[in-house]
């Protein structure tokens, strides 16, 4: 692979069709009850805390929210120095899922910016990187399960404790 091919797939994500998701009819509407007795449940509790994430992605926390890194800029190279230090062979594994629209974050500005901040001189070499975009997904349904992506990170899950 050339250097130019793999600084674009490095800088880029990669766009694919939905994962081996479940085309049983059943599926769909088993996760549609799934998802409104899901919501209702949540609510059905305190609330507090939920989206905090979002609220720290933005920076509309404390100053200090962020501690010493501030940003994903900043924090990327220094998790890399700390990976580092570590006497494992093991690498980290990061895998980003974009989905194809997007209210929240859009479907370019936002996900370039992210996988800037994972390029491989941020990351060094003890990080693994990829991001790929799940087409006919939204914001809200990229975990649905008619995609596949649930059962593609728990498989990922369990094949990393594999020998």
Not at 47 to 67: C, V, Y
Not at 138 to 161: C, Q, T, V, Y
Request: aromatic share 12%; hydrophobic share 35%.
């Amino acid at each position: 692979m050339g250097f130019s091919s793999s600084l674009l797939s490095a800088l880029l994500p990669v766009a694919v069709a939905p994962v081996s998701g479940d085309t049983n009819p059943d599926v769909g509407s088993f996760e549609e009850t799934l998802r409104k007795k899901s919501i209702d449940y949540a609510y059905a509790e305190n609330i507090q805390g939920m989206s905090q994430e979002a609220l720290l992605f933005l920076k509309r926390g404390s100053p200090d929210s962020w501690g010493p890194w501030e940003d994903y800029d900043r924090y990327v190279p220094m998790l890399a120095e700390l990976e580092g230090h570590l006497p494992c062979a093991n690498k980290l594994k990061v895998d980003v899922f974009y989905s194809e629209t997007d209210v929240m974050i859009g479907t370019s500005r936002g996900p370039q910016w992210f996988d800037a901040c994972w390029r491989s001189e941020r990351r060094g070499d003890r990080i693994e990187y990829s991001s790929c975009t799940i087409m006919g997904a939204d914001h809200d349904s990229i975990l649905d399960l008619k995609f596949g992506l649930p059962r593609r990170i728990f498989d990922e899950i369990a094949n990393s404790f594999l020998p």
